[in-house]
């Protein structure tokens, strides 16, 4: 459930929910009640109520909510991360090498006490809109802060960080990001970020557990997902958009993805 503040995020539902595909974008999580499972970069993580995480790079992961009901429905926040903010605390901590290699673009850790207080005086912000624009960027600030000071503060540098061989890789996936649909080599990408061919590879999948082009296809058949539940198109025309060259391999590759074809999911995720 979208809120007053752009970044934050309320998710809830009173009832487990099967696996679902996703893109898990650089935030902050908190789980405030209930139980998830994620598969991430092919590590599974069960979380329950207090797990929190801090993913640096979007990785597309599947997750299921395995505890809820209406009278303990699941109830979760996200905070989109904002680099800049990062950086810019990093500086004012006087870091000036902050980053070091750091394998993966997750962490997970359970929420401690210095946390709880900023986020919860966010939250309450959602009570009094016109405060918002006053407040919320202090209390923010002050939330990466506390990050930054405990268990998950290495993986919230990686997001701040532009002069690391992380931020070479993020750079890398970001662009793929915008350009899934459309042709790639990887030969040029490494050369856009700076690294040889070898050295590109080898960080890439120590960070998103994927080659380049498997991620591609990941970022393609997540979109080509949400183009079949949204109805915009069919699937001949989703196979081609999404940069493949025929419909039956978009088919077979989808199917290898999500245990069913394109046609199939299409009747099943639409309401």
Sequence with gaps: MPTEYPRLLIRSTVAPTPPMPALFEPKFYLLLQGAKRMTIAGRTFDCSAGTCAVASIGLPFV???????????????????????????????REQNPTEWQAG????????????????????????????PVLAAQIERE????????????????????????????????????????????????????????????????????SP?????????????RQLASGEANVTQ???????VSASQFSREYKKAFGVPPSQHAVLLRP
Excluded: C
């Design 238 to 244: 989703i196979a081609y958009t999404s940069g493949y």
């Design 63 to 93: 997750s299921e909510v395995v505890e809820a009901s209406p009278t303990q429905p699941y109830l979760s926040v996200e905070l989109t991360l904002d680099a800049g903010i990062v950086a810019s605390l990093l500086l004012d901590m």
């Design 105 to 132: 673009a997750i962490s997970l850790a359970q929420v401690e006490v210095g946390l709880v207080e900023p986020l919860g005086r966010l939250l309450n912000l959602l009570d009094a809109p016109s405060e918002i």
């Design 143 to 210: 939330l990466y802060y506390r990050l930054l000071s405990g268990p998950l503060g290495g993986r919230l540098r990686q997001i701040g960080a532009n002069n690391s061989r992380f931020a070479q890789i993020k750079m890398a996936a970001e662009w793929i990001g915008e350009n899934a649909n459309n042709p790639m080599s990887v030969e040029w990408l490494a050369a856009h970020v700076g690294m040889s061919v070898t050295s590109f590879h080898r960080h890439f999948k120590a960070v998103t557990a994927s």
């Design 213 to 225: 082009l498997a991620y591609q296809r990941q970022l393609r058949l997540l979109e080509a997902r």
